[in-house]
T-cell receptor, first 113, second 113 residues
């Protein structure tokens, strides 16, 4: 069975600073990997996805993520955060054609001025 | 606009009183799914449906029922709700191909007293 670990429950970053959110996965085959963002009171919005090919993927809102098979990681990065990036971020791994989606426990991001 | 619509958005009810949360999507997606989100646990899959009249259990199906009589609708039924089903619920849908991400509704917050 697949699993996802997000080791950081809460991260605080200054506005304008760089950001990296960690995600490690466990899956026996090539995974489908996703990052979703959830703003307060909102549903989940897809930031980016990886299925195959280039291991560095670009997403919306200036986010990117890098798939590293050797480390079983799919970390999310942003070079300069904005106050509007404050939200909860979820990493997810899909199996069986992405019907079985397993989420990490999430990382809450706080932005300070 | 492509969307997944859940109703109600908020509900407070009492133990044992049957309730149904509706989910409808306008993207003609075959696949639909229900998740619950609890603090510290991320999102966990309750049930999913690959197509009309085809449903299967996710990771936490106990206490829930679903039906898929039409392609666009996938209601979640709590026959006898209990306080441990107090949670934030999300419906999702996706197209038939593995590289298509799941699209989420805005969530339904249920409180069972």
């Amino acid at each position: 069975a697949q699993s996802v670990t997000q080791p950081d429950i809460h991260i605080t970053v200054s506005e304008g600073a760089s950001l990296e959110l960690r995600c490690n996965y466990s899956y026996g085959a090539t995974p489908y990997l996703f990052w979703y963002v959830q703003s307060p009171g909102q549903g989940l919005q897809l930031l980016l996805k990886y299925f195959s090919g280039d291991t560095l993927v670009q997403g919306i809102k200036g986010f990117e993520a890098e798939f590293k098979r050797s480390q079983s990681s799919f970390n999310l990065r942003k070079p300069s955060v904005h106050w509007s990036d404050a939200a909860e971020y979820f990493c997810a791994v899909g199996a069986f054609g992405n019907e079985k989606l397993t989420f990490g426990t999430g990382t809450r991001l706080t932005i300070i001025p | 606009e492509a969307q997944v619509t859940q109703n109600p958005r908020y509900l407070i009810t009492v133990t044992g009183k049957k309730l149904t949360v509706t989910c409808s999507q306008n993207m003609n997606h075959e696949y639909m799914s229900w998740y619950r989100q609890d603090p510290g646990l991320g999102l966990r899959q309750i049930y999913y449906s690959m197509n009309v009249e085809v449903t299967d259990k996710g990771d936490v199906p106990e206490g829930y029922k679903v039906s898929r009589k039409e392609k666009r609708n996938f209601p979640l039924i709590l026959e006898s709700p209990s306080p441990n089903q107090t949670s934030l619920y999300f419906c999702a849908s996706k197209g038939p191909h593995g590289n298509q991400p799941q699209h989420f509704g805005d969530g339904t917050r249920l409180s069972i007293l």
